[in-house]
């Protein structure tokens, strides 16, 4: 028995099928909804983790493999081994992983998988290998896809930016993804903008807010504000759309 059969294996022996039914739930995977379709085993993240680091040595073709498995989990511990393997790398070996990456988006298919991969793996890639024009093309090219998830990723690969105190993939693409009509994205664009204000200041994060609060949806602009004193909070949220004022400080 090989060592990713055994991996398999292992996975679905800690199923839970009460864990299943909830996460089938929790991760709306009724027809119609985002995660239509996906199946759970129900098992818990630190155990998969666990999982991840036995088989941290699993091959990287092998890995893949289990990326494109119709299991959610299957999914979630190939991509915890792909970002060690990542980090792990060399140069050559980051650039195979990044390619192959963005090669199987389509398996890359709910907001955990995104989240938990994204940035460690195409944002680092971009931060080291290309320039910031590259980078934002590459980004602006995923935040036009038709796929939510693409359009995910291409959203939280900017925490990488973020934690370099560069805001400004974060803007581009927050301003491109005004009009999303996903929550999740709304969700993503607040997500990352209340990471700018964390990591490069409110006064940062004003200078966009004071721009576009008064368009971005409702979710994404509380999001963004969670941190904010509450005085500061409310004048934002009573934004009429299309006469935000600038704001001093």
Not at 59 to 67: F, H, K, P, R
């Amino acid at each position: 028995m090989n060592s990713l059969t055994k991996l398999k294996k292992e996975l679905r022996a800690l199923g839970n099928k009460e864990k299943a039914a909830n996460s089938m739930r929790f991760f709306k995977t009724d027809p119609g909804q985002y995660g239509a379709g996906d199946i759970f085993l129900g098992l818990t993240v630190p155990e998969q983790r666990t999982l991840a680091k036995k088989y941290q040595d699993l091959s990287l073709a092998d890995t893949i493999t289990l990326l494109r498995s119709k299991e959610h989990e299957f999914r979630l511990t190939a991509l915890m081994l792909l970002t060690k393997q990542y980090a792990e790398g060399t140069s050559k070996v980051q650039k195979i992983i990044t390619d192959l990456y963005l090669a199987n988006t389509r398996w890359i298919n709910n907001w955990d998988l995104v989240d938990a991969s994204a940035h460690y793996i195409l944002g680092d890639f971009l931060l080291q290998y290309k320039n910031e024009k590259q980078a934002l093309l590459l980004l602006k090219k995923l935040a036009r896809s038709k796929n939510l998830w693409e359009r995910r990723i291409a959203m939280v690969t900017t925490w990488a930016f973020i934690k370099t105190k560069n805001p400004k993939p974060t803007f581009v693409l927050g301003e491109l993804l005004l009009n999303d009509s996903e929550d999740l994205m709304h969700k993503a664009v607040g997500w990352m903008l209340r990471e700018v204000g964390k990591c490069c200041g409110q006064k940062t994060l004003r200078s966009f807010l004071n721009q576009h609060a008064s368009t971005l949806p409702r979710t994404a602009l509380r999001y963004s504000l969670e941190h904010f004193d509450e005085p500061l909070r409310q004048k934002y949220l009573k934004t009429k759309k299309g006469i935000m004022k600038p704001m001093a400080g």
